[in-house]
């Protein structure tokens, strides 16, 4: 099977936003709680700069998963400091596509010159939490029922990983 991650382009909005869409609908990953549009995710995607980015995971063709390094907090002495995402479509999880995108953001990061990445899980999340504990990234804290999802209340665990200096 052909599997390649690259950056994503315009074209593959769709594909993202189906994904994104299904993990916004059933699952407590993200905070959205409303479906996005194509119009949003385009617009998401025009507002990101390097050292940020949008990378893809694609199968035979067709994007099976996405990920992206986002400003961590918008205030400036935060620009060394990004926040990772990985959404993979429901039928290709567990299966490695989580981590080589991951590993992809990794290596992007620290050529970017970014000090350390930052992911927020939601608890009770453990494919998230393994696939970031394989990289190293260790638990740096947690806010308590900061969200509120399918009627009840959500904590976010920050887990963290600090990047060698760059060469
Ligand atoms: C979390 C997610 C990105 C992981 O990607 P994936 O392709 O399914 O994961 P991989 O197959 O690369 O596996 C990564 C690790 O997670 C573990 N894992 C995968 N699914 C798991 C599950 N359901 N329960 C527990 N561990 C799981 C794997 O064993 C592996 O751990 P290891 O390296 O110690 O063996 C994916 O499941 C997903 O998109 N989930 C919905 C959206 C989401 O939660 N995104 C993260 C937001 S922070």
């Given at each position: 099977m052909s599997e390649i991650v690259r950056s994503a382009t315009e074209a593959d909005m769709p594909a993202i936003l189906d994904i994104y869409n299904e993990a916004i609908l059933h699952s407590t990953a993200t905070f959205d709680i409303e479906p996005q549009t194509l119009d949003e995710r385009l617009q998401w995607f025009r507002e990101t700069r390097p050292p940020h980015c949008v990378?893809?995971?694609?199968?035979?063709?067709r994007v099976v998963g996405w990920?992206?390094?986002?400003?961590?907090?918008t205030k400036v002495a935060y620009r060394?400091?990004?926040?990772d995402s990985v959404y993979i479509h429901e039928e290709h999880r567990g299966r490695g596509?989580?981590?080589?995108?991951?590993?992809?953001?990794?290596?992007?990061?620290k050529k970017?010159?970014?000090h350390t990445?930052?992911?927020g899980v939601t608890e009770g999340n453990p494919a998230s939490e393994a696939l970031h504990k394989r990289f190293?990234?260790?638990e740096a804290g947690r806010d308590r029922e900061v969200g509120y999802k399918f009627?009840?209340?959500?904590?976010?665990?920050?887990?963290?990983?600090?990047?060698?200096?760059?060469e």
């Open positions: 990378i893809v995971a694609e199968e035979e063709g990920g992206c390094l986002r400003g961590f907090r060394f400091t990004a926040e596509v989580g981590t080589r995108l991951l590993a992809e953001l990794i290596e992007r990061a970017g010159g970014l990445l930052m992911a190293g990234f260790v009627e009840r209340w959500l904590d976010v665990v920050w887990m963290q990983l600090m990047l060698p200096p760059a």
